[in-house]
């Protein structure tokens, strides 16, 4: 692996000189600290202190470049940019001090340590009391995110029409109808159980997904708990790399099936995955009343789960017969939680029953070859306590 050295050296120095020029005062950063340098991450983020005593300047900042300059973090950056315009919405990421496009560089606003308010690291403690208000509270600023973001595709356009973003990223989020569209084919395929009824009903998931209508908004995109921080006095976002205006519910279904694609994912248990959902589509409703039509959101929420499960199912024929980890739980165990959050938000809207059935079918099927231990994902150590499956 490569030395991040010569990267952090030229990011401290452009970091420098923009933030000279943003401010209108000489800037020194001390050495950088590295926040995130993971083998095939292709960016590294780190934290720099300002060696000044100047009341306009933050104590520190935290500069996010690309080991490559290939336009990848343009997305990020028409995200800030966006989210600065939106009044509701000022607040939510962390503050755009300076950029260089050529560079493929960001300077933005130090949210603090993750391991004191990252929401990964809090469900990963022992407080069930904060861990389960930290879920809450994050849940309605997603609501809100989305909310406030309605109406709004106009400017959002424009803004990437300037910057020309290049999508560089293999996040699912990009393909995700092209995966869904293709999983039927995919489940014939296997030796596993099948529904006739699943092809029609992934059709109508993907025609939701599609046309939002008014769930259109500006989503994360990558809204794992990795990239929330819960500070004392509000929730804050951070990477927006896969940002962009879409069905609002593929963020939305973060609780009841999207947070299993996360290298941080363990099980939310089930009461809480409801109350989450029922938090998250009140925040909704109060500014996008159309939230409250029953068929359209429990509709479109389905099919946006339908589309994270067909995510995690393109692992299935690569453990079939070896399991492989991923972050702090199994692609098995991923692949069965998918199945059964899935059968359990059918069976709660009493929708698309034969995606309910072919899960039914396949919950008996997978543990049979694979054993019981595919059923077992560990639940957040901060909520272990909290409800059982």
Known sequence: MASPLPILREGTDV?????TAAFGTSVNLEPAEIIADYPKSVNIIFRCRLNSEHPKLPESVV?????????????ELIGLKFLAEVPGLRTMP???????LERDLLVMEDLGSDKVYQLGRILLGNDSRRARQALLNFQRALASLHAESLGYADQFTTLKDQLKPQITSA?????????LAGFPAQVDSWNLPRNTALHAEVRRACRLIANPGPFLGFTHGDCTPANVFCTPHSIRMYDFECCDFRHVLLDGSFARLRYLHSVWALRIPPTLRRELDTAYRLELAAAAPLAIDTDKYEESLIACAMGWLA????MLPKVMEQ????GRCTWRQRICAGLSHLQELCADY??????AEWAHLMLQALPAHWGKSALEMPVYPALDKMDEE
């Not at 995510?311 to 393109?314: A, E, F, I, N, T």
């Not at 009493?350 to 995606?355: S, V």
């Open 15 to 19: 970091a420098a000189k923009l933030l």
């Open 63 to 75: 500069v996010k470049c690309a080991k490559e300059a290939i336009g990848r973090l343009r997305t």
């Open 94 to 100: 962390p503050t755009l001090y300076a950029h260089d």
């Open 171 to 179: 996040h699912r989020i990009h393909s995700i109808l092209t995966i």
């Open 311 to 314: 995510g995690l199912c393109q």
């Open 323 to 326: 399991d492989q980890k991923w």
């Open 350 to 355: 009493n929708r698309f029953p034969g995606l």
